[in-house]
C-alpha cells in the first residue's frame, strides 16, 4: 500500500482515483477545484481530500493528476499551490492528461530539478474505460521510474505500455487520437450511406463488423450513431483540443495529416450545430444535417 493523491475529479479522474483506493488497497488523497466533488469522493470512498494540489501531494509517493490541458496542468504542478510545491523527494508524478509533448518534456525536468520523477501517461479507453478500471495508458518517462509506478498504474487500466523518454506517452495519444478521427469519420459515413441506401444498419454492422472493417468505434457506436443519440463518451471539445495538438505537433515535425485536419474542420461544424458536448460520433449529425 502507498500513499497516493489524486488531483482532478472529472469524469475520467473521479473514477480512476477510486479504483486506487478499492483495486489497489492505496490511502488516497484527493484534489479537485470544486471542492463539493472532492468530499462526495472521499465520502463515498474514504479517502480524503485537501484544499489544494500541494496539501494533497505532501507526503505522497505518487501523484496522479488528470486536469484539462496544459495550462491546467501547470497550475496544478508548478502553479503558487502546486503539486510540485508539496512533493517529497523521490516522489513521482503521473500525469494522466492530454496535453502537449513539450509541457511534458518541461515537468519532466522541473521534478527532476526536486530529485522525483514524472511520468506523462494520457489514458485511451473514454469514460466507459475509466468507469470499469479497464484503460489503456501510454507511458514516456524514464524506465526505473515507470517500473516503480507501473503497479500503481495498473490499478485502473487493462493495459499499460512504456512508450520512451519524456513526451513520448503524449506523442503516443496522438496517434490514437489520429486513428479515431479517421475511423469515426468513416463509420459516419458508412451509416449515412447504409441508411440512404435503404439498407437495415444492424444487419449490415453484424455482418461487416466480422471482416476486416470491424473496429472498437463500429462495435461500441454504431448502434448509437444510428439513432442519433450523442451523449456517451469523449465530448467534441475535449476531441477538437486533442486534434489541435496533433495537428500543431504534425506542423512542428513535418509530418502531414490531411485526413485529420479535414475531420477537425467537421467537428467546428458539429460545434457549430451546438454538438460541442456532444461525443464524438456525432459526425455522423453534420452528415445527416446536410439533408435538411
Given at each position: 500500500?502507498?500513499?497516493?493523491?489524486f488531483?482532478?475529479?472529472?469524469?475520467m479522474?473521479?473514477?480512476?482515483?477510486?479504483?486506487l483506493?478499492s483495486?489497489?488497497?492505496?490511502?488516497?488523497?484527493?484534489?479537485?477545484?470544486?471542492?463539493?466533488?472532492?468530499?462526495?469522493w472521499?465520502?463515498?470512498?474514504?479517502?480524503?481530500?485537501?484544499?489544494?494540489p500541494?496539501?494533497?501531494?505532501?507526503?505522497?509517493?505518487?501523484?496522479?493528476?488528470?486536469?484539462?490541458?496544459?495550462?491546467?496542468?501547470?497550475?496544478?504542478?508548478?502553479?503558487?499551490d502546486?503539486?510540485?510545491?508539496g512533493?517529497?523527494r523521490?516522489a513521482?508524478?503521473?500525469?494522466?492528461?492530454?496535453?502537449?509533448?513539450?509541457?511534458?518534456?518541461?515537468l519532466?525536468?522541473?521534478?527532476?530539478?526536486?530529485?522525483?520523477?514524472?511520468?506523462?501517461?494520457?489514458?485511451?479507453?473514454?469514460?466507459?474505460?475509466?468507469?470499469?478500471?479497464?484503460?489503456?495508458?501510454?507511458?514516456?518517462?524514464d524506465?526505473?521510474i515507470?517500473?516503480?509506478?507501473?503497479?500503481?498504474?495498473?490499478?485502473?487500466a487493462?493495459?499499460?505500455?512504456?512508450?520512451?523518454?519524456?513526451?513520448?506517452?503524449?506523442?503516443t495519444?496522438?496517434?490514437?487520437?489520429i486513428?479515431?478521427a479517421?475511423l469515426?469519420q468513416?463509420?459516419s459515413?458508412?451509416?449515412?450511406?447504409?441508411?440512404?441506401?435503404?439498407?437495415?444498419?444492424a444487419?449490415?454492422?453484424?455482418v461487416?463488423?466480422?471482416?476486416?472493417?470491424q473496429?472498437?468505434?463500429?462495435?461500441?457506436?454504431?448502434?448509437?450513431?444510428?439513432?442519433?443519440?450523442?451523449?456517451?463518451g469523449?465530448?467534441v471539445?475535449?476531441?477538437?483540443?486533442?486534434?489541435?495538438?496533433?495537428?500543431?505537433?504534425?506542423n512542428?515535425?513535418?509530418?502531414?495529416?490531411?485526413?485529420?485536419?479535414?475531420?477537425?474542420?467537421?467537428?467546428?461544424?458539429v460545434?457549430?450545430?451546438?454538438?460541442?458536448?456532444?461525443?464524438?460520433?456525432?459526425?455522423?449529425?453534420?452528415?445527416?444535417?446536410?439533408?435538411?
Open positions: 500500500m502507498a500513499k497516493v493523491a488531483i482532478g475529479l472529472g469524469v479522474g473521479y473514477p480512476m482515483a477510486g479504483y483506493k483495486r489497489g488497497g492505496h490511502e488516497v488523497t484527493v484534489y479537485n477545484r470544486t471542492s463539493a466533488k472532492a468530499e462526495k472521499a465520502g463515498e470512498h474514504g479517502g480524503t481530500h485537501a484544499a489544494t500541494a496539501a494533497a501531494a505532501e507526503g505522497a509517493d505518487f501523484i496522479f493528476a488528470c486536469v484539462g490541458n496544459d495550462d491546467d496542468l501547470r497550475s496544478v504542478t508548478t502553479g503558487p502546486g503539486a510540485f510545491h512533493m517529497k523521490g513521482i508524478f503521473i500525469d494522466n492528461t492530454t496535453a502537449s509533448a513539450e509541457v511534458a518534456r518541461e519532466y525536468a522541473a521534478a527532476k530539478e526536486k530529485g522525483c520523477g514524472f511520468l506523462d501517461a494520457p489514458v485511451s479507453g473514454g469514460q466507459a474505460g475509466a468507469e470499469n478500471g479497464a484503460l489503456t495508458v501510454m507511458v514516456g518517462g524506465a526505473d515507470y517500473e516503480t509506478a507501473r503497479p500503481a498504474i495498473e490499478c485502473f487493462k493495459m499499460v505500455g512504456h512508450m520512451g523518454p519524456a513526451g513520448a506517452g503524449q506523442l495519444k496522438m496517434v490514437n487520437q486513428c479515431i479517421g469515426v468513416g463509420l459515413e458508412a451509416i449515412h450511406f447504409a441508411k440512404k441506401a435503404d439498407l437495415d444498419v444487419k449490415v454492422i453484424d461487416i463488423s466480422k471482416g476486416a472493417a473496429s472498437w468505434q463500429m462495435e461500441n457506436r454504431w448502434q448509437t450513431m444510428r439513432d442519433d443519440t450523442f451523449n456517451f469523449f465530448a471539445d475535449w476531441m477538437r483540443k486533442d486534434l489541435g495538438i496533433c495537428l500543431k505537433t504534425a512542428e515535425t513535418g509530418a502531414r495529416l490531411p485526413v485529420t485536419a479535414l475531420v477537425d474542420q467537421f467537428y467546428a461544424e460545434q457549430a450545430m451546438g454538438g460541442n458536448r456532444w461525443d464524438t460520433s456525432s459526425l455522423i449529425a453534420r452528415l445527416q444535417n446536410a439533408d435538411k
